[in-house]
């Protein structure tokens, strides 16, 4: 059976609706019973990180060596936990996915691995953001949220309350990424002032090219001013390492954060 111009290898329902997965020219992809793409992974190399807007939530090596404790809320395909641990196989990973059925999916279409390194815990992402911001029983250096439905942004995961508790979970050097969508102003608009306000504008969105995806970059109080000129460097020798486009990240950043540039970055 053929599905969005692919062939449908998989398909199941659980309580919050569809789960497919279809493959085309060497791509498996996972769908919510909708055309957009949550996860694709390339067969024929399936430890790369084949999508563009994952590829640029990686940005934030850009300004962190290493991370040590990563909060990830999203589990989707898997490919983004997957990558961390096969690049930095001694950060701890805690991954907060609300449906059970797209952890097996993970597994066994997306090779997500056991690992001690990585659980993974059944639940609501913001949910589970607001209590432990309550308790601080964890912080971490990194917090990952790419939470998305068949219709887009998760409605849980939006908003000034969220942000705060976010910021409340991150080390005083921590960063916070989310994947935002870019493509309807008003929401945009509103996403943008949030986090801008909540992290005193220590923010920068990195739009992804060719899609609707904006990646946003959140820095917790205790974070130095980046040279430019240093982040150009390391941003050649990290696209050397890893084959992912951050000297276009460099200068998509440059190019679309105006004003609050600064507030993160010498130029």
Known sequence: MYKYDGLLVFQQHDEQGPIEIVETDGIRALHFGT??????????APNELHSKYVRAMMAWLLFKQQPEQVLMIGVGGGLLSKYLLHEFPDCQIKAIEFRAAIVKVARRFFDLPLSPQLKIKIG???AYIKQQSQTHAEIHDLIMIDA????????????????AACKE???NEG????????????LFKQLTWDLGTTFDWKVLFLPVRGRGNVIALAFA??????AMKALRTRAKQLE????????????D?????????????KT
Not at 151 to 156: F, I, L, P, S, Y
Not at 175 to 186: C, E, F, K, Y
Not at 221 to 226: I, T, Y
Request: aromatic share 10%; hydrophobic share 40%; net charge negative.
């Open 124 to 126: 609501d992402g913001a």
């Open 221 to 226: 109080e205790g974070v130095d001013l980046f």
């Open 35 to 44: 055309e957009p793409r949550q996860s694709s992974m390339s067969l024929n």
């Open 253 to 265: 950043i440059k190019r679309n954060n105006g004003s609050v540039l600064n507030r993160v970055i």
């Open 148 to 163: 998305f439905d068949a219709e887009g942004m998760a409605d849980t995961m939006q908003g000034i309350n969220l942000f």
């Open 169 to 171: 979970l991150l080390t």
């Open 175 to 186: 960063i916070l990424v989310i994947n935002l969508w870019g493509s309807t102003d008003d």
């Open 240 to 251: 050397e390492q890893y084959q992912i486009e951050f000297t276009d990240f460099i200068k």
